[in-house]
């Protein structure tokens, strides 16, 4: 195995100047009890001093987050996302097609193939999810939300045919979400990624056994409904996540985001419980496992190559 780091797929840049160029927030005080980060996206670079996925591993490490389930978003950062996997003890992965990106390839005729090659890359052993896919009215203009809607009906039934879990991206769209996972049938582990939600879907959640992962959005000031919804929550459906290199917990908003910054999120959300931090991360560590399967077992020979192709 090379010690070379690979280049990043993705730059996040600012919406004034494509620059962001702001420091990462400092490590938070180390959890006693370890848990893992249920959804980045490691491909990106961002802030100051871009971090290769290594060291977001290890400040994580160094802190108590042990692992991360890292997400693809179309063919190339799904299949770079399992590749990671394969070599990296502390990373799982998801594998999907974005659905902001699910309506542009069905308009060009590459949806089959795109799909297809996740088709291929489910099977390989340490991809543990499909996600993240969903349904997304914010970004998607009412003409293309039908082609949004069957992307998502295709994912589902992927996750489904390999026995993954799969992971919602969920914007300004919970009925209809919900509605199509009623009238599809959900995967058994099935987590609304970012939840965005509010007390009502935290009921239905609740009602289907699905799961909620909390993001740093519920440290926002205007999260209410998001904080409600985490209060009704059963503690065995929730999980908790970063969404780097987004949605960085306040104090830190916009800053750059990592894995190593769910602690943050965390205590908020224990503090938010009235619970023990320590009973909170041990619940989150228990659930990641139900809904994953465990990070430990050891990674598979196989495709360096394209880690590799990175660093060119």
Not at 44 to 57: K, R, S
Not at 172 to 192: I, M, N, R, S, Y
Request: glycine share 6%; with cysteine; aromatic share 8%.
């Amino acid at each position: 195995m090379d010690n070379q780091l690979p280049a990043h797929i993705r730059t996040r840049g600012s919406a004034q100047d494509g620059d962001r160029a702001v420091a990462y927030p400092p490590a938070p005080l180390p959890l006693e009890v370890g848990v893992y980060d249920n959804h980045a996206h490691l491909e990106f670079a961002d802030g100051d001093n871009p971090m290769a996925f290594t060291e977001h591993l290890d400040k994580s490490g160094a802190v108590g987050v042990l692992g991360v389930v890292q997400v693809g978003t179309d063919v190339e950062t799904s299949t770079w996302s399992a590749a990671l996997a394969a070599r990296e003890p502390r990373v799982l992965a998801a594998v999907a097609i974005h659905p902001n990106e699910a309506p542009v390839l069905i308009a060009a005729g590459e949806f089959e193939s795109a799909m297809d090659a996740l088709d291929a890359l489910a099977t390989q052993p340490r991809v543990v999810a499909i996600g993240e896919t969903g349904l997304d009215y914010f970004r998607t203009a009412p003409e293309r939300q039908q082609d949004q809607r069957d992307a998502f009906i295709a994912h589902i039934e992927l996750a489904k045919k390999h026995g993954l879990a799969l992971q919602i991206h969920d914007r300004d769209a919970h009925d209809d979400v919900v509605a199509t996972l009623l009238q599809v049938g959900a995967p058994e582990k099935t987590v609304f990624h970012c939840f965005s939600g509010d007390r009502a879907l935290a009921e239905v959640l609740t009602e289907h056994g699905w799961y909620a992962s909390f993001a740093g959005t519920v440290t926002f000031g205007n999260a209410h409904g998001i904080r409600e919804a985490l209060a009704v929550m059963p503690r065995s459906q929730i999980l908790i996540e970063t969404d780097t290199p987004f949605l960085t917990p306040t104090p830190y908003r916009g800053k750059p985001n990592s894995p190593y910054m769910v602690p943050y999120t965390l205590r908020f959300m224990a503090e938010t419980l009235e619970m023990d931090v320590n009973l909170l991360a041990a619940q989150l560590t228990d659930n990641t496992f139900d809904v994953y399967g465990r990070f430990d077992a050891a990674p598979v020979a196989g495709p360096e190559s394209v880690l590799r192709e990175r660093d060119q």
